[in-house]
């Protein structure tokens, strides 16, 4: 090999308190099977600290600062990742060799329609786990962070994905194949909550924004499947000290390696925060969370693994809102949550070639939630009539739901592939307004078959078949779904994905009538994508058609419908700029639907047509400083005030827009050693980060009161929202997942 690799300049990952005396290097070149070099991409030590990006030519030069046998962990977008035993008193030239990336297919792979990967098979390609903590604004909450991709709307006054034109009940989560039924702390009116499941538990993501597998169901626009890690790379330990919350944790390895534990716990309570900026609305407590997690894992033979997760979580708010009826007056909310989330999951090999997975989870939810009108000294009030009835009530909800679940797969020559399996859903749940209950309980059961079918070399198909029973809607459904991929010579890959999906009603639907049928959704998605030189483009159509959505006027019904539709482009880049990685995503929504109480096909008020979303991450080594921004601009939202006439029929009293979205998010963390443990293996840091730095009042609807006369505007609690603290790792350098997981 001539001598361009010995001229490439040295790109050293160093940090405060890292020394340079007494440092080897080494060099090398990476190559594809056809010789050709590989531009881009990285090379870790692993466990360490050091790094390099290999140069146009292939090359790099990786500064050591420790002497023998190394780990060299080496990815690159499109190639397998490698890891690597040298040793660095071995001074020859590296020669290394990726191996084409393919996940199930070869050199094509049916995954691109609707649906974005975020793993080590996909790295670059849409989000990381670790893109949870980084990306500016999202408050470590994994779906927050996938409000930055294309299809996703920007809502600021509730949890949750909303994709597409789908309502949030629409999207769900998964985790090892389980349903996650409460992925967020209780829901509070026009207040978002944080995610109850720390997004390091997870190695991978995939974001499905539609045509998703048939190994997953009862989601009608979106599922997100997260895939828990398996053994973690050594012992290790974390602290957070933030002044609205405190969290440590201990994760125990093995000697053997073959077995694992861990603890969590954490706690908030933003009481004094609130009184500090002013919050609105009138806090009278907290809002406060508890939460704890355990988990082990044990390596079962030599391919197999058995995980726990086990996760507890309170939280306890109150608020005082202005009553729309009554001038002055008050609307008292309190609300007390417990939820508790368990899952265990095992995979082996079983037979000849085949591979078993399968999944036990149970969660038990418990919400009470407390209504009452204030008179302006606040002072209980009570009015005559119905409608004034509901300022003063309390309700309970109490809710079981357990799961069983089993697949097995199995990849033949030419790496077709074939999974077949069931599921098993145990729902019981019991309702109590004052002193009148209701409950319900249903029995469901579903069966599944999808296959990877490789036709030629550049072309693939994945066809999926679901079925799902309920007892309590006494119905079946057939739910057939189909992908093909087509890869182009230059790279490129067109996808096309068709599907059905139905979902169970929302228990508040069926308590009213039971006899309810499946909502349904039609998926047609388009999708283009390619990957070049550490970049990803990506541009996708889709059309999607809704039947049998709940009507409520006069009441529960499956009469309602309704559509959406759109173009959507994403693009991320961790090349162009040296120790930059942004993306652009741009979002074309044209939905309108008939359900609840429109009386015809309105937009909805949670869907907006044009979203642009920009996040930009930047790491300045020789600072140890990591700054973070992202920035969404979107067109406003309907608002309706929705009135009866003498004969029941519904229609619009009053209509609008909202004001244009807009926010710009920041957030830095200056990275450090405090002091020397764990095996040299620690690192602190300080962040520090606003929400929403232009202070812009932004507008998610109104409130109507009874005679739809007077409305009272939803907005952020606060026109800007900040945080600042000190987290510590020992026992795992987080900075080379914040720094080379990102670059």
């Known amino acids: 090999m001539p001598s361009t690799c010995s001229i490439i300049p040295l790109i050293l990952f160093l940090f405060v308190g890292v020394q340079l005396q007494g440092q080897t290097s080494l060099r090398g070149r990476l ?38 046998n190394v780990i060299l962990k080496i990815s690159s977008v499109g190639y397998r990742s490698k890891d690597t035993l040298v040793n660095t008193l071995d001074t020859a030239l590296l020669e290394i060799v990726l191996e084409e990336a393919g996940v199930n297919l070869g050199e094509v792979v049916v995954v691109g329609a609707g649906t974005f990967e975020a793993s080590d098979k996909a790295k670059g390609a849409s989000l990381t786990p670790i893109d949870a903590v980084t990306v500016a604004g999202n408050g470590g909450d994994i779906a927050n962070a996938l409000r ?64 998703y597998s048939a190994l997953y169901g009862q989601a009608m626009s979106s599922a997100l499947v997260l895939e828990t890690v398996d053994l973690p790379d050594q012992s290790s330990a974390s602290v957070q000290l933030f002044p609205m919350m405190v969290g440590a944790g201990i994760q125990q390895l093995s000697r053997d390696h073959k077995s694992s534990y861990g603890v969590n716990a954490r706690y908030g309570n933003s009481t004094g925060y609130n009184k500090l900026i002013d919050a609105r609305p009138d806090f009278t407590h907290g809002p406060e969370y508890a939460s704890g997690d355990a988990n082990f894992r044990i390596k079962t033979g030599k391919a197999g693994m058995l995980k726990f997760y086990t996760n507890y979580g309170y939280n306890h708010t109150g608020i005082n809102n202005p009553d729309a009826d009554s001038a002055g007056w008050w609307n008292s909310y309190v609300l007390k949550g417990i ?46 009539g119905d409608w004034a009835a509901k300022k003063n009530a309390v309700h309970h909800t109490r809710s079981d739901l357990a799961q069983a679940r089993t697949v097995l797969s ?275 840091g300080i962040g520090f980060g606003m929400n929403n730095v232009f202070g812009r009042q932004q507008v998610f609807g109104y409130n109507y009161s009874f005679d739809g006369l007077t409305k009272l505007p939803v907005t952020q609690p606060a026109l800007r929202t900040w945080y600042a603290g000190l987290f510590m790792s020992f026992g795992i350098d987080r900075r080379d997942d914040l720094i080379n997981e990102n670059l």
């Not at 594809?32 to 991409?41: D, L």
């Not at 939820?339 to 000849?352: C, D, I």
Request: hydrophobic residues 35%.
């Open 31 to 68: 190559s594809n099977a056809q010789g050709q070099p590989v531009v881009a991409a990285s090379i870790q030590v692993k466990q360490g600290r050091s790094g390099a990006t290999t140069d146009s030519a292939g090359c790099f030069r990786l500064p050591l600062s420790t002497s023998g």
């Open 148 to 211: 930055s991709l294309p299809g996703a709307q920007q809502i600021g006054e509730t949890e949750g994905l909303l994709v597409r034109g789908g309502a949030g009940n629409e999207a769900k989560q998964f985790v090892d194949g389980a349903l996650l039924p409460h992925p967020n702390f209780s829901a509070i009116p026009g207040i978002p909550q944080p995610a109850r499941l720390n997004p390091f538990l997870f190695k991978g993501i995939l974001f499905s924004t539609g045509g």
């Open 339 to 384: 939820n508790s989330y368990s899952n265990l999951s095992w995979r082996s090999p079983v037979g000849t070639g085949w591979k078993i997975e399968a999944v036990l989870a149970y969660n038990y939810y418990k919400e009470d939630v407390y209504h009452q009108l204030l008179d302006a000294k606040k002072s209980p009030v009570v009015l005559p």
């Open 410 to 684: 199995r990849t033949y020559r030419r790496r077709q592939a074939l999974r077949v399996g069931a599921e098993y859903f145990y729902a019981k749940d019991g309702y109590r307004v004052d002193d009148t209950a209701q409950s319900l309980q249903d029995h469901l059961v579903a069966l599944f078959a999808e296959t990877d079918l490789y036709i030629i070399r550049n072309l693939a198909f994945k066809v999926g078949l679901r079925t799902e029973s309920s007892t309590l809607l006494q119905q079946l459904n057939w739910a057939p779904r189909i992908g093909l991929a087509y890869r182009f010579k230059e790279g490129g890959q067109l996808n096309a994905a068709y599907g059905i999906f139905y979902q169970k009603p929302e228990n508040r639907y069926l308590l009213q009538q039971e006899a309810l049928t499946y909502t349904r959704s039609d998926h047609f998605i388009l999708n283009y994508q390619y990957k070049f030189s550490n970049r990803l483009l990506r541009l996708e159509a889709y059309y999607k058609k809704y039947y049998d959505l709940i009507t409520t006027t006069p009441g529960a019904k499956n009469e309602g419908d309704g559509y959406a539709k759109g173009v959507e482009l994403f693009f991320r880049d961790k090349r162009t700029f040296k120790n930059v990685d942004y993306w652009v995503s741009y979002t074309y929504l044209d939905t309108k639907r008939q359900y609840l109480d429109y009386p015809a096909r309105l937009q909805p008020a949670f869907a907006t047509p044009h979203t642009v979303s920009l996040a930009v991450k930047r790491f300045f080594r020789q600072l140890n400083l990591s700054a973070n921004g992202s920035f969404t601009w979107a067109t406003g939202r309907p608002y309706y005030n929705l009135q009866k006439d003498a004969t029941g029929t519904a229609y619009v009293f009053d209509q609008g827009t909202t004001n244009q979205y807009a926010a710009l998010n920041l957030s830095f963390a200056y990275l450090f050693t405090m002091f020397k443990g764990w095996k040299n293996k620690d690192f602190s």
